[in-house]
């Protein structure tokens, strides 16, 4: 396909090497800091300019990558559908449900795709435990323990992250929206919610560095999430608990760890429960089979997974969570609006 990228920071960077990996042309790089457009541009051979608007705008372009700070997001997934392309907005959604609610209804107006950059569903632990989940393998699910973090580094105060105009939320938005698309990918939607937001490290306020929030199906199926900037060692840890058995997920590579998955299936005498385990060394893939996933989609005319439905929800449900958190009670959620 014929790419265009506007955002040039670690994840553009990101999404160009697994693009032109898998064989897709990258016509056009934007950033508003033209150096960092220059170093992608060399690398992918291709142009390069400082304005979102030559890639919304140019002819050729089938599918742009926006990857910029959160309050980007909106105009340029906006303006990139609005001349037919087909869209990968980095997560989460826009700053809030508002925005990501715009963004999904622009898509369905001009008949594009809109994905959502939900790329952790494609890890291989996850993957496989989804597989397992849904196979019934430890029976009607009941309740997550999702852990996410990590600890910043000097100065992170002072990056975009840590601004409210520029990010639209703190951790919970940041990490906490991909456990929110997780525990949506196992549960289904939720329609209770509340929340606790700690400002306790970063110089970050109104912004939050850490949120523990309850999450509730309509089937009484309960989610806990903890999102943490003091995570001072990298975590990520995800639990999924069934009448007969466990499934539980720790690290995501790198400096989270190795990747690694257990199955445990409950004795009906008790005691230790039956347990197989597996690893996945090795680089991170999840990038690249989610780039496939969505190519393969535009081509087959069908939404991705992670779609901009995917990015709405998990946006409604941190925004009630913000609620909560601020009101003090809990949060009923609707259907939503799309
Ligand atoms: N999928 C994931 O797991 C994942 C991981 C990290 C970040 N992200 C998301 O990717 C996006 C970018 O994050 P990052 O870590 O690459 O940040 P970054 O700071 O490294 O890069 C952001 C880039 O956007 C550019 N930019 C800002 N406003 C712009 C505009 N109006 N037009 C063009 N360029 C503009 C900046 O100059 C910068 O180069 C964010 O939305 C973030 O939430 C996703």
Request: charged share 20%; hydrophobic share 40%.
């Amino acid at each position: 396909m014929k790419i265009g990228i506007v955002g040039c920071g670690l994840i553009g960077a990101r999404r160009a090497r697994v693009a032109r990996a898998a064989g897709d042309e990258i016509l056009l790089v934007a950033d508003i800091n033209a150096g960092a457009a220059q170093v992608i541009a060399a690398e992918a051979g291709s142009e390069w300019t400082d304005d979102w608007r030559v890639v919304t705008g140019h002819p050729q372009i089938e599918m742009v990558v926006v990857a910029t700070v959160n309050k980007a997001l909106l105009p340029i997934t906006v303006a990139s559908l609005q001349n037919g392309k087909h869209v990968l907005c980095e997560k989460p959604l826009g700053r809030n449900g508002v925005e990501a609610l715009v963004m999904v209804q622009t898509a369905t107006r001009h008949h594009r795709i809109l994905k959502a950059g939900f790329n952790h569903r494609h890890h291989p632990a996850i993957w496989r435990a989804q597989e397992l989940a849904k196979s019934g393998k430890i029976g009607p699910l009941a309740s997550i323990r999702a852990a996410y973090g990590h600890g910043g580094r000097p100065g992170y105060d002072q990056e975009w992250r840590g601004n409210a105009d520029l990010a639209g939320g703190g951790e919970l938005l940041d990490q906490g929206v991909h456990l929110v698309d997780l525990c949506r990918w196992f549960f289904g939607e939720f329609v209770q919610v509340t929340g606790m937001l700690g400002t306790w490290f970063w110089r970050i306020a109104p912004l939050e560095d850490n949120c523990f929030a309850l999450l509730r199906t309509a089937a009484g199926q309960i989610a806990a999430i903890h999102t943490s900037w003091t995570q001072w060692k990298n975590l990520f840890r995800f639990e999924i608990f069934g009448r007969d058995g466990y499934l539980s997920i720790n690290g995501l590579g790198g400096s989270y760890g190795t990747e690694t998955l257990t199955l445990g299936i409950r004795r009906p005498e008790s005691g230790p429960p039956l347990t197989e385990s597996w690893e996945f060394p090795g680089p991170d893939i999840s990038w690249q089979a989610e780039w496939e996933e969505f190519k393969a989609a535009i081509q087959e005319g069908r939404q991705p997974l992670g779609n901009g439905d995917d990015g709405y929800q998990a946006a409604r449900v941190i925004d009630a969570i913000y609620q909560s958190a601020k009101t003090g009670g809990v949060v009923e959620l609707g259907a939503g609006l799309t």
